[in-house]
């Protein structure tokens, strides 16, 4: 079963690029459907979506949010701007998240191993590294006959410079490497499977406003991220198209609150959209009859207009080209709402929730999650329950991380020395 399970997403993986949407769009519904006329999802597909998953427990416990959270060195997947805002000098940290738990499948998770070091009061550096495992595959040709062992992993690198321009404002760039071996050395239908590799980079700002709200100090932090913009990548040498990398827009704004000096609280709203071409059906129905789409294949080479843009085109014209027009392009934003409770800096509660629309993913949960600070150490847990009967590969999954605090470290020994 394992082995069937995980032959069959790698297949839908890697042949995702062929496929054809032969369903049907209707322009009086405003979005496509199947053949009982009711909408169906138009979910916008990207090659290595790894890229998109939240690394680490304490932006997992509170619904994926991070573009506006106070900085830690998960912050270069989100927002690497707010690592110019750290007061600490250098910390490391380490996530581990297990996969398709629910299915047994213990060879299959994603780690992420980040860092920062703050070089002056307005510059700082970032590193990032994920790899993500997705098992030991026994594959098979179409006769079911054993054809070898493959190992299908995923990696990105990823290095940040932030930098204040301001005493509220900062900027940062991140440039990284992301490579993805599903089945590389492989066959299908005569075809060679290969590994993909691609260059990306992040763009991030981060701008931060101190106000009193009912007496208390208080503060307002709003980002803004545009993350994984990298070139276009196949699988195969003879592939007629490219896929987009899960290029993404995300918007921020986040409120601390300090109560006293034991309890502070922090609220955090953001919004995300992923800036790829909105996939077109074939098919339109006019006068409940189905015909071509000309928009389809308005070139007349037989392959989706759509999928050959080119990557700053598709990125740009991915903001207003949904068939549906604006109200199809509003359900590709998700939302995700985050809080965070600390108690005397050491002991934190977390809580959030994340909503994709039901023709653009559906992937609607809710997250908790504790924190502990200790002398130098940190922990944070998480854990996701869903909303609703789309599987999530995280369901009722605990995963946790560990930040280590090298000022706390030399602090401590400092103070021993005395």
């Keep these: ?23 049907q769009f209707d322009p009086i519904k405003g979005c ?5 006329g009711d909408c169906i999802p138009n979910t916008l597909l990207t090659a290595m979506p790894f890229l998109r998953i939240a690394p680490d427990a304490r932006g997992g416990a509170m619904g994926d949010v ?3 959270v106070s900085p830690d060195p998960n912050a270069i997947h989100y927002n690497a701007a707010n690592l110019a805002f750290t007061e600490k000098s250098t910390a490391l940290a380490l996530t581990y998240t297990p996969w398709l738990r629910e299915l047994n499948l213990n060879d ?3 780690l992420h191993f980040s860092g920062y070091k703050k070089l002056s009061e307005l510059e700082t550096i970032g590193f990032g590294l994920r790899y993500f495992s997705l098992g030991e595959i026994n594959f098979t040709d179409v006769q079911g006959i054993d054809i070898g062992l493959g190992q299908p992993r995923e990696l990105e690198f990823n290095v940040a ?16 490497y992301v490579y993805s071996n599903l089945a590389s050395g492989q066959n299908v239908n005569g075809i060679d499977i290969n590994s993909a590799n691609a260059f990306a980079a992040d763009i991030g700002i981060s701008y931060k ?9 208080s503060e307002w932090t709003y980002g803004l991220a545009i993350t994984n913009l990298g070139s276009k990548v196949s699988y195969t040498d003879v592939a007629e198209v490219q896929d987009f990398l899960p290029s993404n827009l995300g918007l921020g704004a986040g409120l601390l609150m300090n109560f006293d000096q034991y309890n502070t609280m922090s609220f955090h709203f953001e919004v995300n959209k992923l800036l790829i071409p909105t996939p077109v059906s074939r098919f339109i ?5 189905s015909v071509d789409n000309p928009d389809w294949d308005a070139d007349g080479d037989g392959i989706a207009d759509y999928r050959q ?24 934003f998700s939302f995700s709402l985050g809080t965070e409770y600390w108690y005397d800096k050491q002991f934190a509660v977390r809580a959030g929730y994340y909503y994709e629309h039901p023709e653009k993913g559906d992937r609607q949960y809710l997250t908790v999650g504790l924190g502990i600070q200790y002398n130098i150490f940190g922990i944070n847990l998480s854990y996701l329950v869903p909303t609703n009967n789309r599987r999530n590969p995280l369901d009722n999954t605990l995963r946790f991380s560990l930040i280590f605090d090298f000022e706390g470290y030399q602090q401590k020994y400092a103070d021993s020395d005395e």
């Design 1 to 23: 079963m394992k082995n069937v399970i995980q032959t069959t997403l790698l297949l839908a993986i890697i042949l995702v690029s062929s496929s054809i949407s032969y369903a």
């Design 32 to 36: 496509v459907v199947g053949p009982n």
């Design 66 to 68: 991070g573009i506006t």
């Design 108 to 110: 299959v998770y994603l």
């Design 161 to 176: 410079y932030a930098r204040k321009l301001g005493d509220n404002f900062a900027a940062s760039l991140s440039a990284k």
């Design 209 to 217: 406003n101190k106000t009193k709200l009912g007496g208390y100090d």
């Design 285 to 289: 129905l006019e006068d409940g009859q």
């Design 309 to 332: 843009k080119a990557l700053f085109s598709g990125v740009f014209g991915s903001l207003g080209d949904a068939q549906g027009g604006f109200g199809e392009e509003i359900k590709e």
